[in-house]
């Protein structure tokens, strides 16, 4: 075993593919899947479950991910403790996974525009699918995952939490809305019914091979759009937005200093329910100082993306914490 070949199987988990894992690493794929084979032999383990849909880790290749992340976590705090100069005083870890929310991304820029010049920080954050966030707090890529639980998703969202030994800690519920562009021809309304948003292309995060209730977006249970574009990035979802008749569905938090005046939100009629969001986290794992920070400024992004927000949401129910 090697840190490289241990880079090569944290690799091919952010990628969910072994060639996208080997294009990423420029190394031919039938090597990379040698990595893997060898690595099972040695540990006498099945790390990959192979399928016509695709590969998937097994509950030992879960184990030993998170072993990995660990080993290479530890060689990268040896390497700064040993090869970097001291005397910057402790460095600043920091780690976040979340859905496309503005509001998290806001609350980092706080975050980090506090920062002292000559402090010595890491800080990364990454988005994306739910399932995604979820192994990355299970393996510690992550500190938490930031994401949303729905009445419809709650309770298989709550059966994987506790399977995982993770916690979800709400912020608050949401009414669902419609992201539109300013001038697109139901902007003006005070409110939308899903009705009138059906001639409309529905634009959304691209899911994969996930389940539903593992969307990052509002669903509306038997609701099918005729005209549907599937995005990766927040940057491609608002541009299309900005300039089409497109629309999304979501929280309705707007945060201008990020999306510009292009886009508006308003309250969709008659949907039923809310988008509670939260954040999840390992059971009884302890919250560092810049972890409580961030927090801390996560939920002023929110504040502040209420402000621009039709519907006042409201903070989410005891019930809805789960442990």
Excluded at 71 to 91: I, P, R, T
Excluded at 101 to 110: C, E, K, N, P, V
Excluded at 267 to 276: E, K, L, N, V, W
């Amino acid at each position: 075993m090697t840190l490289q070949q241990l880079q090569y199987i944290v690799e091919i988990s952010k990628c969910s593919s072994i060639t996208a894992a080997a294009k990423k690493l420029f190394v031919a794929q039938p090597s990379l899947s040698k990595v893997v084979k060898d690595l099972e032999k040695e540990f006498h383990i099945t790390i990959l479950r192979r399928s016509r849909h695709g590969i998937s880790f097994t509950a030992d290749g879960l184990k030993f991910l998170h072993f990995a992340n660990q080993v290479l976590d530890a060689s990268a705090n040896m390497q700064d403790y040993f090869l970097h100069e001291k005397g910057d005083g402790e460095k600043i870890r920091l780690s976040i996974s979340s859905h496309h929310y503005l509001f998290a991304i806001d609350g980092m820029i706080s975050f980090l525009q506090r920062q002292a010049d000559t402090a010595a920080y890491t800080v990364r954050i990454s988005e994306g699918r739910t399932s995604q966030i979820i192994h990355d707090v299970l393996v510690q890529r992550s500190q938490i995952g930031i994401i949303y639980i729905s009445e419809l998703t709650e309770q298989f969202m709550y059966r994987i939490l506790a399977k995982n030994n993770l916690e979800f800690v709400p912020f608050c519920d949401f009414p669902p809305h419609a992201y539109l562009s300013k001038n697109h021809p139901l902007a003006g309304l005070p409110e939308i019914s899903i009705e009138q948003l059906l001639p409309y292309p529905h634009i959304c995060y691209e899911q994969g091979n996930d389940p539903s209730q593992l969307s990052e977006e509002y669903i509306i249970p038997k609701y099918y759009s005729r005209k549907t574009i599937y995005a990766t990035d927040r940057s491609t979802m608002l541009s299309i937005i900005a300039h089409t008749n497109a629309y999304n569905l979501g929280t309705g938090c707007l945060l201008p200093r990020i999306t510009g005046q292009d886009v508006v939100s308003i309250p969709i009629s008659g949907a039923g329910g809310t988008m509670t969001i939260g954040w999840i986290k390992k059971k009884n794992m302890p919250l560092t100082n810049e972890l409580t920070e961030y927090l801390h400024d996560l939920q002023n992004s929110l504040r502040a993306a209420l402000g621009h927000t039709p519907f006042s949401a409201r903070p989410s129910m005891p019930k809805k914490h789960m442990s």
